[in-house]
C-alpha cells in the first residue's frame, strides 16, 4: 500500500508515541518512508507544546525530522488570523507558550473585554472563572470566537486529561453561541494547510491518527484516505457507532510496514 501514496500526514499523541514512549514500530516506519522518498507530515492538535520541542522528542525517539515537518494548531491559527483578522485585539484563553506565539508574530492583545474583537480559545490547564467571564463578556460585546483545536481529551500513557473541548464546553454553554471557528482537526483549514505544506494533492496522500472524530473526520471531509490505528483514544468496538469510517484500520502504525 505504500506505493499509493506520496505523502503520509501523522498524528503524534496516540499514533507516534503515548506520553514519552514510543510506539513500537513507529521509528522504523517513518525511516522507511523516507527512505523511499515519501513525504512525511505531523500533525497535531495541542497547543502546549512548540513545534521545536516537538522535533526534538522526535530526533530523540530517532526519527530525524526537522520543524518543516511539524505542523501545529498555532501555527496556523496565526496564519488565520493574519489573514482574516490581521488588525483584531485578541483575548487567548491558553498557556505562556501560544501567548509567546501570538506576540512574536505581531498579533495585538486586548485588555478588556469591552476592546476586544476575537476571543482564541485553547487549551489552557489553569482554565479558571475569570477566563470564562472575560470571554462571555466580550462575546457578549459581539466578539468572534476561535478555537485552534476541538479535542475533547488528549491521550497520554495512563488514560487521557480534559483538552480543550472542555474550555469550548464552558464558553458555549454561558454564551448559548457556537464557537465560531474551529481551526485544528476536523477542520479542512488543517488539511488544505497540510496538503499546501506537502504540496501534494489530496488523493496523493494518506492521514493516520488515533482519533475517529479528528483525524479520520478531517480525512474524510478533505478526500484523503484515511488510516485509524488502535493505539490512542479509539477502540474497535467504537467504529460501531462511529460518525465516519476510516479506508484502513491497523493495530498499530507499525502495520504499515506490512501493508
Known amino acids: 500500500m505504500k506505493d499509493a501514496f506520496s505523502g503520509y500526514i501523522f498524528d503524534l499523541d496516540g499514533t507516534i508515541y503515548l506520553g514519552d514512549r514510543l510506539i513500537d514500530g513507529a521509528k522504523e516506519v ?3 518512508l523516507q527512505a523511499t522518498g515519501k513525504q512525511v507530515l ?3 492538535n495541542k497547543t502546549i507544546v512548540s513545534r521545536g520541542d516537538y522535533v526534538k522528542k522526535l530526533n530523540n525517539f530517532g526519527i530525524n525530522v526537522g520543524l518543516e515537518n511539524i505542523l501545529s494548531p498555532t501555527l496556523m491559527t ?3 488570523l493574519q489573514q482574516h483578522h490581521r488588525d ?4 487567548v484563553i491558553g498557556e505562556r507558550l501560544i501567548k509567546d506565539e501570538f506576540a512574536s508574530a505581531g498579533l495585538t492583545m486586548a485588555h478588556s473585554p469591552q476592546e476586544t474583537d476575537v476571543v482564541v480559545v485553547s487549551w489552557d490547564r489553569g482554565f479558571h472563572y475569570d ?6 463578556q466580550a462575546v457578549k460585546n459581539g466578539a468572534v470566537t ?3 483545536n476541538p479535542d475533547r481529551t488528549c491521550p497520554v500513557e495512563d488514560g487521557e486529561v480534559p483538552d480543550c473541548g472542555g474550555m469550548i464546553g464552558a464558553i458555549e454553554g454561558a454564551t448559548g453561541k457556537k464557537i465560531d471557528v474551529i481551526i485544528g482537526k476536523p477542520s479542512t483549514i488543517t488539511a488544505n494547510m497540510a496538503l499546501k505544506v506537502l504540496k501534494l494533492d489530496k488523493s496523493q496522500c494518506l492521514m493516520v491518527g488515533d482519533r475517529v472524530e479528528t483525524d479520520i473526520m478531517m480525512g474524510k471531509k478533505a478526500g484523503i484516505q484515511t488510516a ?3 493505539t490512542g483514544v479509539t477502540r474497535a468496538t467504537d467504529l460501531d457507532h462511529a ?3 476510516p479506508d484502513y484500520v491497523l493495530d498499530s502504525v507499525k502495520d504499515l510496514l506490512t501493508m
Not at 483584531?88 to 483575548?91: E, P, Q
Open 78 to 80: 496565526i496564519d488565520y
Open 42 to 44: 505531523f500533525l497535531t
Open 228 to 230: 485509524l490505528v488502535l
Open 146 to 148: 476561535i478555537a485552534t
Open 243 to 245: 460518525s465516519c469510517q
Open 131 to 136: 477566563h470564562l467571564d472575560f470571554a462571555y
Open 88 to 91: 483584531a485585539r485578541l483575548y
Open 30 to 32: 517513518i525511516a522507511q
